[in-house]
Nanobody, 115 residues
Framework: VQLVESGGGLVQPGGSLRLSCAAS????????MSWYRQAPGKERELVAD????????NYVDSVKGRFTISRDNAKNTVFLQMNNLKPEDTAVYYC?????????WGQGTQVTVSS
């Protein structure tokens, strides 16, 4: 099982980034996919999740209207489009796959929002 995140980096406030998470080794289309983040000194928090068909999406209040989660089941990939980024969005972003008793994590990608 592998979840490989990419797309992180350094961006100025107000900028955009698109994170990708490529999955392999399990039946991607059967898993709820989520993005979490963890800032220095803080607990990991759920940013957004999307159900197996992509018809239901949930967001933490602080990113509503700015972030969009999506998935491509044909390509085993989940995305997080992040617009109007703020310094408080700085964190390591993790991809998560969850179904039944299975719970998989990626290694994380750093997002830094700074001028």
């Amino acid at each position: 099982v592998q979840l490989v995140e990419s797309g992180g980096g350094l961006v100025q406030p107000g900028g955009s980034l698109r994170l990708s998470c490529a999955a392999s080794g399990f039946t991607f289309g059967s898993y709820v996919m989520s993005w979490y983040r963890q800032a220095p000194g803080k607990e990991r928090e759920l940013v957004a999740d999307i159900n197996i068909f992509g018809g239901s999406r949930n967001y933490v209040d602080s990113v509503k209207g700015r972030f969009t989660i999506s998935r491509d089941n044909a390509k085993n990939t989940v995305f997080l489009q992040m617009n109007n980024l703020k310094p408080e969005d700085t964190a390591v972003y993790y991809c998560n796959a969850r179904a039944w008793s299975f719970d998989y994590w990626g290694q994380g990608t750093q997002v830094t929002v700074s001028s």
